[in-house]
Every structure is written in structure tokens, then in C-alpha cells.
């Protein structure tokens, strides 16, 4: 038999998270009488979870590496290595740099973010983690420059100043780097002097008038994190489809679906956020650390730690200061244990 020709051509552009669960996908059940064609700017996809971990030296870069030349050809897909120039929409074209356009009839772009310079002043110290492929060697390439210029400690002799590095972003991607990029440092460049700064949320703070007042510790609880978001997802997931169809039917607006039919029955999940939302936001130490200077308005943490002295700790007080700091906790798990034990009970009933 002579194969048939492909009546529609499938197209992923770029191979993020989405595309790359799609090209997943594919492989285990393909579309009959469609082409699927990747596009990415480099033969390997990376995952950004686990570059923490290579920092750290705790696995190989080649450990957080997806081969997509082989993970295309196992799905039967074509892969081209290649930069996008443009976007024909009318003609249903992708404009590529070397090579002539590509058709499609559908299309799914997963470029993930990138970093924007809009508005910033930059010089050569800037250094971006994206694109994540090349992250590595462009980090190892300028630790070797400021080697080279002087910068860095010679044999024995310490700097002026240590090397200094700033991470911008204090979401749990910033927070990661920045405890293990002097790992990565130390094993490049040997044991040097350093310091590691992390601006989160303090710009955005001090945008609003918000340092050192409690409204720095309130309002960004108030938003929830990335956790919740995930958690609350698969719990609405494991809802019955038909709870949703019903109420269409009997004319339901989808605000009155989520408001009135689905909302009600997450009321277990919601419980158990609040509760672990409640346990970290009292048991956090570094944004208030990062936001308050006041003692009046400190943090029990805060408090914990400015009891103990430089030279002489007062251990009988500090761990009676302890116990009142955990008695909260534990009368908040106890008024909302049935309902915290009863969520839990039924998300793990939900993901089997």
C-alpha cells in the first residue's frame, strides 16, 4: 500500500509545558490523516524545575534535557530546528529564517514567558536565565570574564568587596535560585566570597507606600499562591460533569454554575487551603524579614529571633516564647480538624 498524503498539517511552535503534553499526547494516539510538525530554536527542550537542582550539583544538566530529535521521531512527528520571523495569518503561514513557509492548519504556540528590558537601563551584567538551554554556559562564560578582569579573588588575597548576585523575582523560581546559584559559583570559580540578594515583591511594595506597615504582611496573603491555585484545580476536576450539565439545562448562567452549584461542594478544599495558607503565613520568616524594620509591628518569628542576644540566649524564654508562638496553630487545627481531615480525605479519594 502506498501511503496517503496528509490532509491536515498540525503545527507547535516553540516546546513549552502545553506543546510538549500535546507531542505526548500524539504519541499515544495520533490523528489520522494529519501531520504534526514541531518548531523550536534548539534540538533539546529544558526543564525549568529542575534547574535548581543542577545549580545545586546535585544531577547532571543533561539530567533536566528532553531530546526532542528523538522524542519527535517516536512520536512521528517532524521537528525543525529553526527561528520564527514572522506570522502570515491570511495565507495560514509561519515565516521562518532560513528555510520557506511553513503552512499549517492549526497552530499552537507555547513560547512560554520571557523576560522584558522595556523601560530598564542594562549593561553587561544583566544576565537572563532565558532562554534555559543556553543558561549555563552564558552563566559560566561571564563568572570566567569577571575572573579574568580582576574581579574575582586571587589565590589567597580576598577583594575589596564580594562578588555580588542579585536575583529579580521572589516567587519560588527567584527563591530556589538564589539558594543555589552559589553552589554553581563555588564550583566554577572555586571558594570565593559572595553575596546572594533577593528582590521579591518589595518593588511592588514600595511602589504602593507598603514597606514596613502591616499592609505588606496582609495583602499579599489576600492573593493566594501558586499552591492554592493548583490545589483548588484538581479538586474542582474530580466534580462529576454532570452537576455542570444539569444546571445548563435548567438554565444556569456559568457565574450561577461556579456561585451556586460547584462552589458549594469545594467547601472541604477550601478548608484545607485555608488552613495550610494560615500555617505558612504564620510561620513565614523571610518577607517579613525583607518588609519590616519596626519592631512594634513585627512578626512573633521576627520577635523569636530579635530575643536572642549576641553573645548570651536566654533558652528558658526563648522556648516559652515557642509554645505561645505554636499555641495558634494548634487551636486553629483544632477547631477546623474535621473539615481539614475530611478535604484531605476526599482529594486523595478524587485523584485515584
Not at 498540525?10 to 506543546?19: D, E, F, P, Q, S
Not at 545549580?55 to 530546528?81: F, K, N, Q, T, W
Not at 474542582?236 to 435548567?250: C, H, K, S
Request: positive net charge; charged residues 15%.
Amino acid at each position: 500500500m502506498h501511503p496517503t498524503l496528509p490532509q491536515h498539517d498540525i503545527v507547535l511552535l516553540g516546546m513549552g509545558h502545553t506543546n510538549a503534553h500535546i507531542l505526548r499526547m500524539w504519541r499515544m494516539q495520533p490523528i489520522p490523516s494529519a501531520r504534526l510538525t514541531c518548531i523550536s530554536n534548539y534540538p533539546v527542550a529544558t526543564y525549568s524545575g529542575m534547574l535548581p537542582g543542577v545549580l545545586a550539583g546535585l544531577y547532571p544538566p543533561e539530567r533536566m534535557e528532553i531530546d526532542l530529535v528523538r522524542l519527535c521521531a517516536a512520536a512521528g512527528a517532524r521537528l525543525i530546528v529553526g527561528e520564527v520571523t514572522g506570522l502570515d495569518i491570511p495565507r495560514r503561514e509561519l515565516l521562518l529564517a532560513d528555510r520557506p513557509p511553513l503552512p499549517f492548519d492549526f497552530l499552537s504556540i507555547g513560547l512560554g514567558s520571557v523576560p522584558g528590558r522595556n523601560g530598564l537601563e542594562t549593561d553587561d551584567s544583566l544576565l537572563e536565565v532565558k532562554p534555559m538551554q543556553t543558561f549555563l554556559p552564558r552563566l559560566e562564560e561571564r563568572l570566567q570574564l569577571l575572573a579574568s578582569a580582576g574581579r574575582l579573588p586571587q589565590g589567597t588575597q580576598p577583594p575589596d568587596t564580594p562578588l555580588r548576585l542579585t536575583i529579580v523575582g521572589g516567587g519560588a523560581g527567584g527563591i530556589e535560585i538564589a539558594f543555589c546559584l552559589p553552589m554553581r559559583v563555588r564550583k566554577v570559580l572555586g571558594e570565593v566570597p559572595l553575596t546572594v540578594t533577593v528582590i521579591p515583591q518589595f518593588i511592588l511594595m514600595r511602589t504602593f507606600g507598603w514597606t514596613d506597615t502591616p499592609w505588606a504582611m496582609i495583602v499579599p496573603g489576600l492573593f493566594g499562591s501558586a499552591f492554592g491555585t493548583y490545589l483548588m484545580r484538581q479538586f474542582f476536576r474530580t466534580l462529576p460533569t454532570d452537576l455542570e450539565e444539569a444546571a445548563i439545562l435548567d438554565g444556569c448562567t456559568p457565574w450561577q454554575i461556579y456561585w451556586r452549584i460547584l462552589l458549594p461542594q469545594t467547601k472541604p478544599a477550601i478548608m484545607v487551603l485555608a488552613v495550610l495558607t494560615w500555617v505558612n503565613v504564620w510561620n513565614d520568616f523571610l518577607w517579613p524579614l525583607v518588609m519590616i524594620q519596626t519592631k512594634s509591628i513585627a512578626t512573633l518569628n521576627l520577635g523569636l529571633v530579635w530575643m536572642q542576644g549576641q553573645y548570651v540566649s536566654r533558652w528558658p524564654v526563648l522556648m516559652a516564647a515557642s509554645i505561645l508562638i505554636l499555641l495558634p496553630l494548634l487551636l486553629v487545627y483544632a477547631v477546623a480538624q474535621r473539615s481539614f481531615v475530611r478535604g484531605i480525605a476526599t482529594a486523595g479519594f478524587g485523584g485515584r
